[in-house]
């Protein structure tokens, strides 16, 4: 695959120049950077359950929702809190839609589902809100399809310890991310940031430019909800939307009318300040299509500046 970029550079140090502003449909037929490849988040396991590694249950933290209980075999059971954003009413949807793709053969293939990940501390202090794509590959499709164990999977991936995806641009970018805004690798700030994908039904193979337009056009309206539910519990956070391709989710999620405003004449990152909220909203490329444009670094840098300007005028 042959990747034509135009590496940005990143001249203002200081407050970006509010210069262009653009509707993230209008944006995908813009001139921005680079010619992009559709890459579908690599943010996830690629097939079985151990693909990320194995990674004990958590057992201490701040609820945040709702909680669990899971049996210990020694001991009684125990009680692990949720910390995600997402309600079961809305997973049950999802639940429902992916059982109808299951039964028809063009659409069979489907991922398993994926519930977001917040951090303990992320709800009540802020912090950042990655957000990919989708899922990439299988993520545990023949596992049992429940909000607890769907939940259990995206948590075990944020529990605090390396696993086999953190190489990946996606993870990299996090980590660097972390590093950035609270001194410490992402495995270190688990409890003050967050994990979510546009489409929350990902596919087996491909990429989302790849995959069957149904899979995309049936979940829409139920994870324009979710993102909605999402961002509705977040105040004083850095929202980075990882994903050129939004698939009617983000504009619908946040406000049909928000006035995205390129961050920078050289780059491809738009951004959105809300003032109820103070949550900043970043949209930018995927990080493996920065790192094949070559500006990973670029792109990583005027996120951070972003969201380091957010955090001194929330101060």
Not at 58 to 73: D, K
Not at 199 to 220: M, N, Y
């Amino acid at each position: 695959m042959t990747v034509i970029a135009v590496v940005p550079q990143i001249t203002n140090t200081s407050t970006p120049a509010i210069a262009t502003t653009a509707s993230s449909a209008d944006r995908i037929h813009m001139a921005v950077i680079a010619i992009r490849p559709q890459i579908t988040n690599t943010a996830t396991a690629a097939a079985a359950p151990g693909a990320y590694g194995a990674a004990p249950r958590r057992t201490t933290a701040i609820a945040t929702m709702r909680r669990i209980t899971v049996t210990n075999t020694r001991d009684s059971p125990q009680e692990y809190p949720m910390h995600t954003l997402m309600t079961e009413q809305t997973f049950l949807q999802l639940k429902q839609i992916r059982d109808q793709f299951i039964i028809e053969p063009h659409l069979s293939a489907v991922a398993g589902i994926f519930v977001p990940w917040a951090g303990p501390r992320l709800r009540e202090e802020g912090g950042l809100y990655y957000v990919g794509a989708a899922t990439d590959g299988a993520f545990w499709a023949q596992s049992p399809q429940r909000f607890e164990d769907c939940y259990q999977r995206t948590a075990d991936i944020c529990n605090g310890k390396r696993h086999n995806r953190s190489g990946t641009p996606f993870w990299r970018f996090l980590d660097r991310l972390s590093i950035a805004l609270f001194n410490a690798p992402y495995e270190r700030t688990t409890a003050y940031w967050g994990w979510s994908n546009l489409l929350k039904i990902g596919f087996t193979d491909g990429t989302p430019a790849s995959w069957h337009k149904e899979v995309a056009d049936r979940q829409r309206a139920a994870c324009i909800e979710s993102l909605r539910q999402e961002l509705a519990h977040l105040k004083d956070t850095t929202v980075f939307v990882a994903s050129n391709a939004t698939f009617g989710i983000l504009d619908e999620a946040i406000g049909d009318t928000v006035p995205w405003v390129k961050a920078d004449e050289d780059s491809g990152v738009y951004c959105h300040q809300d003032t109820q909220s103070r949550n900043l909203y970043i949209w930018g490329y995927h990080p493996k299509a920065a790192q094949l444009g070559k500006f990973f670094d670029e792109e990583l840098e005027m996120v951070s500046k972003l969201a380091h300007l957010r955090a001194r005028k929330a101060s």
